[in-house]
């Protein structure tokens, strides 16, 4: 198992104990609180994702053999996506990320609890970071 496929796993284990959506809300949002702020280097438009409802700013860096990924977001919940995101895909290398799909996201419930937008916007950071390692 691939370094990204683990953090997933660990990802689902640590929802699966959570049967209340109020509680994992409160997970997703506690994890974007915990996310290191972003570096203002990327605060600008240049690094502006499109497709989010929410102001997203995406960046991707090789580091050697991996790809580091930063992204931040004014959003509370957009954040904790993002927490998700960069815990499975950052630091990985490119043949890491693109093994590794997204299911864990829908295992974990996210597909059915998201508004249309929020999906849109996640949909729009797979597709940069998926865009980064290819």
Not at 1 to 11: C, G, Q, S, V
Not at 20 to 45: F, T
Not at 48 to 76: K, N, T
């Amino acid at each position: 198992m691939n370094r990204a496929t683990a953090a997933a796993a660990e990802i689902i284990d640590e929802f699966s104990f959570l049967d209340d959506w109020e509680d994992r809300y409160q997970l997703l949002i506690d994890l974007g609180r915990q996310l290191p702020p972003l570096p203002d280097i990327y605060r600008s438009e240049e690094y502006r994702l499109r497709g989010c409802q929410s102001v997203v700013h995406f960046a991707a860096e090789q580091d050697g053999d991996s790809i580091r990924f930063h992204a931040g977001s004014d959003a509370a919940i957009v954040q904790g996506l993002i927490a998700l995101l960069l815990r499975v895909y950052s630091d990985r290398t490119a043949a890491e990320i693109l093994s590794t799909d997204e299911s864990f996201l829908a295992e974990i419930g996210l597909d059915s609890h998201l508004s249309p937008t929020r999906k849109t916007g996640l949909a729009s950071m797979l597709a940069a970071i998926r865009a980064s390692a290819g």
